[in-house]
């Protein structure tokens, strides 16, 4: 089930796109993202996932990654922190535009977070991947890249919404992750997501072995 009774129409539109493609151009026309998003919805995975992640990267150097950036919330936060190391990536040129205009990021990559990713193994101290698992977007195998991407004993930070978690395997990937040695649990728990929509997802910390 992906709705609920007050969600947010553009942001219905989202979890039912049908491809990548019609998902993109909900994206390209979304001009009130940020007011609809924040204010309407209430959105906060932006706020959980970098506050978890924080709590254990104490290295400001670090290079993190924000997978699927969009307009650069996530980023903000961890700028405004110090954390001036960031990546951006996101699906989306209209999403990366405007978190260009930010002058938060030490670049920006338009990338398809399902698809195999243009970075070295062992690149990122840290992930943050905050809103984007999610109905219609990235589905749980995008976190085998992940974990490839990060270095040795760095972390993945990242947000599921309930209805993404519950229709696909996070649970099965997540355990396969730990059972291969690749990764550990540090935090997982039920977390605030769409607050005005009544909204919770999977908050989740690992760190990679």
Known sequence: MKTSKNMIPTIFKTLHASDLVELENIYEDWDDYENDVIQLAGYVGHIVSTEMILK????????????????????????????????????????????????????????????????????????????????????????????????????????VRKQEWEASPYEKIIKDLENSMLWSKIEHHTSDYNTQEGISCQLCLYQVI
Not at 125 to 141: L, S, Y
């Open 56 to 159: 254990y990267l104490k290295n400001t150097k670090s290079k993190i990654l924000d997978a699927g950036c969009g307009t650069g919330l996530a980023g903000d936060i961890l700028y405004k922190n110090d954390y001036k190391n960031i990546i951006g990536a996101d699906f989306s040129q209209k999403m990366l535009d405007r978190a260009l205009k930010k002058n938060i990021y030490q670049s920006l990559s338009l990338c398809d977070l399902t698809q195999k990713l243009d970075f070295e193994d062992n690149f990122f101290d840290a992930i943050v991947c905050a809103g984007t698992f999610t109905c219609g977007h990235v589905g749980p195998e995008a976190l085998y890249e992940m974990v490839r991407i990060t270095k040795k004993e760095g972390y993945i930070s990242f947000t």
